[in-house]
């Protein structure tokens, strides 16, 4: 009646081998670290980085206590924090000889001091929130008016060539304020104007001005365009900020949105205030060149003597290039870059799409220029750096563009993100700056730690009291649930912040009265004159309904929080619902496990140590 069939106990056993595996990295703590990364697209992070990081810091005598290379870039995890400010310091002189052209970045970072044995089984710690890790938080505005100029210009210059194709003449197009001018002599190729303008700008509103010879023809944005810009601004920064965040190797930042034109970013555990500063608020923009190949070009420009209306770049393979100043595209025509493979040759490439304005001059330059090399640069605080190079095999239309050639799949992906979220679309300024010390992380954990485990003391000492030995089977299955979480919550590499570990405590108590349930509907049986064994199948059986109902609706409760709540309230939500799943498989399935285990095989069962029992008209009681 109450045992389980050895697979039964196999699944327990196991389910608590692999919580422990996963919750052990927490106690290991994070060691001070530096991180090395490459600052720009041509200067990319390999084992060669590796070893010049290795060969810097055996000569400068700085001994490490772990060097290795991931996606992020080459890190190195250091003893102490002293010896951490003397690795940066090295690393930066070593890697950025010219501080005003930083090629790499070198940042001051936290490491897991997890062992290598767990660290190759895939478990890793808990993330650790802002208030708990410490770390900079954050808070910029985007200059929704530099955006809506910066859209203004970029139709000034379509309405230019628009009126150039279709033949018109006018006196002359500008942007005033909000607003595009664009005048006329006659009435008649105003008009015509106005037809050729209406069919191509959709989001535009158009009004006629002026009389006699200064007649204009005045455009402004509609409000469904203005809104589209602005989502598209918050967006487009949004995105460049994940990006460029990826460089500091900041584990789960958070980048969210507030109103309508501020973005919060918060980095736990940055330590280099300045340097994330420096990254997040950098601008960039996009720029389609034509590469100067004229015979003996590149030669005088190496010896010193670059031409005229050129400019001298390095590839991503560190060849040297010859880029014209004429800009022939920019950044702003670009809608999107995903990467993929080439159709016919099954190569890494990258695949671009261009708003209409920018598909035709695409295909104009293309079709101009074939045979001769393209090169894609982003230009930074005046610097530009070449994304990549590729030939022009034919015109190109439609406004799809393929770029491939020489490079792999890791790399199609790169360069797709830097085209996609390489610039800002939008400046930002930052209007709100903290910092958190790791000291008061450390406060806000070592509280909620004391506030968990003197609430699960607590709890425990008064479990044992009341229900004796239910009441101690019943606390190793609340540790065994504590136990369950934590793994999750670390398997999942999910962030734990203040709010979560109020979670924690509130499963806690959730997940206790569960076992409650079952005590007392044991004790009911027993009241009602069963035998030991048949309340104790009874009283798993009964309980189950109960708790089943009590933890669905609760569960209906935090999925409600995860979807429309937001910051410490989805963090809190996201240990809520996990918690509760694992306390059901703890309540039920542990505790039944260890009952089983303890009273299953005796079939002549006279008593059950389940506290003091009082039933009518006996002067026994069931159980002691």
Not at 171 to 197: C, L, M, N, P, Q
Not at 314 to 332: A, I, Y
Not at 349 to 356: G, K, S, W
Not at 397 to 415: F, H, K, L
Request: glycine share 10%.
């Amino acid at each position: 009646m109450n045992r389980y069939p050895l697979w039964k106990y196999i699944v327990v056993v196991v389910a608590l081998l692999i919580g422990f595996i996963y919750t052990l990295p927490n106690f290991f703590g994070e060691s001070p670290a530096v991180q090395v990364s490459s600052a720009k697209a041509t200067f990319k992070i390999d084992t060669g980085t590796l070893d010049r990081v290795e060969s810097a810091l055996r000569a400068a005598g700085i001994a490490a206590s772990g060097i290795f290379l991931d996606a992020t870039g080459v890190k190195v995890r250091l003893s102490d924090t002293d010896i951490q400010m003397k690795a940066k310091d090295l690393l930066e002189k070593q890697f950025n000889p010219d501080p005003a052209n930083p090629q790499y970045v070198v940042a001051l970072n936290l490491l897991s001091s997890s062992p290598n044995w767990l660290t190759s089984l895939g478990a890793l710690p808990m993330y650790l929130g802002l208030d708990l890790r410490g770390g900079v938080y954050f808070l910029l505005e985007v200059d929704m008016q530099g955006a809506m100029t910066k859209r203004l210009d970029a139709i000034s210059a379509d309405l230019r060539s628009l009126l150039r194709d279709k033949s018109i003449r006018h006196g002359g197009v500008g942007r005033e304020g909000e607003r595009i001018v664009v005048r006329f002599r006659d009435e008649e190729t105003r008009a015509k104007a106005r037809g050729v303008v209406e069919n191509s700008q959709t989001e535009l509103t158009l009004a006629d001005q002026g009389e006699g010879g200064e007649l204009r023809l005045v455009a402004t944005l509609k409000e469904t365009a203005l809104k589209t810009i602005r989502e598209f601004a918050i967006k487009q920064n949004m995105g460049t900020l994940h990006n460029r965040i990826n460089e500091l190797g900041v584990a789960e930042p958070v980048i969210a949105q507030q109103g309508a034109d501020r973005i919060v970013v918060q980095l736990p555990g940055v330590q280099d205030t300045a340097r994330a500063k420096e990254i997040i608020g950098r601008t960039a923009t996009l720029e389609i060149r034509m590469v100067d190949e004229t015979p003996g070009a590149l030669a005088a420009a190496l010896a010193g003597q670059v031409p005229f209306g050129s400019e001298l770049y390095v590839e991503r393979e560190g060849q040297p290039l010859l880029v014209r100043k004429q800009v022939m595209l920019t950044g702003d025509r670009l809608t999107d870059a995903q990467p993929g493979f080439d159709s016919q040759t099954q190569e890494p490439a990258v695949h671009l799409t261009l708003d209409p304005a920018g598909a035709k001059i695409f295909k104009d330059v293309t079709r101009d220029n074939v045979g001769r090399r393209m090169a894609i640069l982003l230009i930074e605080k005046g610097r530009g750096e070449v994304v990549t190079a590729p030939v022009i095999r034919s015109e190109i239309g439609g406004g799809r563009v393929q770029i491939s050639g020489r490079m792999s799949s890791t790399e199609a992906n790169d360069v797709a993100l830097l085209l996609r979220a390489g610039s800002l679309a939008a400046p930002m300024e930052f209007i709100e700056e903290r910092t958190i010390g790791p000291s008061l992380g450390r406060e806000s954990i070592d509280k909620g730690f004391h506030s968990t485990l003197w609430g699960f003391a607590a709890i425990a000492a008064f479990m044992v009291c009341y229900y004796v030995l239910f009441g101690l089977i019943s606390v190793i299955a609340l540790t065994a649930n504590l136990l369950f979480l934590v793994a999750l919550l670390s398997l999942l590499q999910a962030t734990l912040t203040l709010p979560g570990i109020a979670a924690i405590a509130l499963t806690l108590g959730m997940a206790i009265d569960a076992n409650v349930l079952i005590n007392e509907r044991i004790r009911e049986e027993l009241r009602g004159g069963a035998a030991p064994q048949a309340a104790i199948h009874t009283g798993y059986d009964r309980a189950f309904d109960t708790i089943l109902d009590s933890n669905i609706t609760t569960l209906i409760a935090g999925v409600a929080l995860l979807i429309f709540g937001s910051g410490p309230v989805r963090g809190f939500a996201v240990v809520h619902c996990l918690g509760i799943l694992t306390s059901l498989f703890s309540a039920v399935v542990v505790s039944r496990a260890l009952v089983n285990l303890i009273h299953g095989r005796r079939r002549k069962l006279e008593t059950l140590s389940i506290g003091q029992i009082w039933r009518p008209n006996a002067s026994v009681p069931a159980g002691k």
